[in-house]
């Protein structure tokens, strides 16, 4: 129990200590999604926003799916990428939507888990800021275990607007899944085989 704890503690302290220290650009965010091609077909984002990282992993990934719950912004994304057919646009709350995405997959796929309010003209699911636990039940519950998970702004995983603290986080995970985790650059990173992160 002690020695749990001071895990967790550490972990916390890892993750402030990495946002406060360690920043990726929007581009070297992207590049390092893109690398991950090269092992996985698959690319899933949740919140679409204005589709950037969306348009970087088109034509990389073969398949590239993303959710958006702002009405505008999906519909900007959907007709921003008609047309492409190995890029899906879904509109809605990724806490729903994802089930549906999951059950598409014809294999592992790498998780960008980046679906939470960020401010004027952006969405949130009633007065929940992040949807991520059920997003990670979801994942968890799929038939491939061996998904690459990525959430994005480690920095806010502190307990409060409906984020877990990264502590509670880890419990969650190590309580409901198989994968490892670590938080680096800004980002917490599940996986299972630590060759395919
Ligand atoms: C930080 S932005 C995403 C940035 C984008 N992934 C990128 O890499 O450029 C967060 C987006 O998540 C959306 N969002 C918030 N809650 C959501 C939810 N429950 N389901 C789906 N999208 C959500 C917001 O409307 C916002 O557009």
């Excluded at 492409?84 to 997959?105: M, N, T, W």
């Excluded at 985790?181 to 917490?188: K, N, P």
């Amino acid at each position: 129990m002690i020695k749990q704890f001071v895990r967790d503690f550490q972990y916390a302290l890892n993750s402030r200590e990495h946002s406060l220290f360690t920043h990726l650009l929007p581009n070297e965010k992207r590049d390092r999604l893109a690398a991950h091609a090269a092992k996985y077909d698959n690319f899933v984002e949740t919140g679409t926003y204005l589709g950037e990282t969306t348009a970087a992993m088109s034509g990389v990934y073969r398949k590239v799916y993303t959710v958006e719950i702002h009405e505008e912004l999906y519909r900007k994304a959907a007709a921003r990428f008609a047309g492409q057919d190995y890029i899906r646009c879904f509109h809605g709350d990724s806490a729903k939507v994802l089930p549906e995405i999951v059950a598409q997959l014809d294999g592992p796929a790498v998780f960008w888990l980046d679906a939470h309010y960020s401010g004027p003209r952006t969405g949130k699911a009633g007065s929940r800021e992040t949807p991520i636990e059920d997003e990670l039940a979801t994942i968890f519950e799929s038939e491939s275990k061996e998904h690459l998970i990525l959430i994005d702004d480690a920095r806010l995983f502190v307990g409060k607007n409906s984020y877990p603290t990264i502590g509670r986080l880890w419990k969650f995970v190590r309580t409901h899944s198989p994968y490892s985790m670590t938080v680096r650059d800004d980002i917490i990173r599940l996986y299972r085989d630590p060759e395919r992160y």
